[in-house]
């Protein structure tokens, strides 16, 4: 299978991550036709939640179960060697075990990666084709003076705290408040950029979405804990995401969220682990609603479910 990916290259529109360590190069996903896309998708158990007006998905079963024996055995020869936090200021402070990817073996796995990866990356490219729009994964490493911005990122957990759940709210990114990086702007004449500050999803504007796969190990149980928890701008708790092995959330990622605390009980070896990719959707035309075409699309075949928590 081609790996469906083209490299572009974007530009700081922030001055707090020009160093050295930025890597600027973006990924783009080009837009195929994949019919085992689609079916997949419609097969797929999907719910759709909103937020404060931004939108949240689940999907079960996109994944079959032999691509997640794959992912634990993937997981086997992966380095764990960064101690990890959304929140720079509680790195090193969880209880548990929390480490993340260093940049060369997330580099590794993305260019190399697991067929469950490069059905997802036909994803991608499926939902672009269908929608006249570029998916790219944002810039791949912005090094900045109090935290680092990875556009791929992949965590273990062993264990959560509850004071750690706390401790871990937050967004991927803000652009009502501004974007770090430069995004074409595909139906300006001379290709300027989107004005850094935008809301997202708004007709004509970008979308950033976050995309996360949760693996767990075999023995993992939902009820143990460590799916994620979705929040109001004010911090209310009101959405939870079991994490089942193999299940795909995509989410706006400006809504607030964290891991929450595990419950494991005592003696048991177990893990899970998120994939976690950043993504810009950026429209075609100045009409385009990407928000709702995509809702349209992904909810096919599909009763709108408003669940709040399962
Ligand atoms: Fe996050």
Known sequence: ????????KTVLTHANYQDRQSILTTFRFK?????????????ASKKHISIEGKDLYVLDGFFLDLEGDEMRLVCKNLDFEVPVCAKTENIGKFAFKSRSM?????????????????????????????????????????????????????NYHEGM?????????????????????????????????????FVNGAVGKPLLVTAMLY???????????????????????????DCIDMRLVLFEGDILHGVEKSDIPEGLDVWRISYVFKLTMNPSHSSQDIKAELKKLILKHTEINSKTNF
């Open 1 to 8: 299978m081609d790996l469906n990916i083209e490299k572009d």
């Open 31 to 43: 837009p195929c036709l994949s019919e085992s896309s689609i079916e997949r998708l419609n097969q």
């Open 102 to 154: 260093n940049n060369r073996g997330r580099w590794q796995l993305f260019s190399q990666p697991p067929n469950p990866f490069r059905e997802f990356y036909q994803l991608l490219g499926t939902l672009a084709c269908h929608l006249d729009i570029e998916i790219a994964l944002h810039p791949w490493f912005l090094r900045g003076e109090v935290s680092s911005l990875p556009a791929f990122v992949v």
């Open 161 to 197: 705290s509850a004071e750690d759940e706390y401790g871990d709210k937050h967004c991927d990114y803000e652009p009502e408040k501004g974007v770090c990086f430069g995004i074409p702007n595909l139906y300006s004449k001379e290709k300027e950029l989107h004005k850094s500050n």
């Open 215 to 241: 693996s767990t190990s075999h023995e993992y149980d939902p009820k143990y804990g460590m799916g994620t928890a979705f929040y109001e701008n004010g911090g209310k708790k009101v959405f939870s995401s």
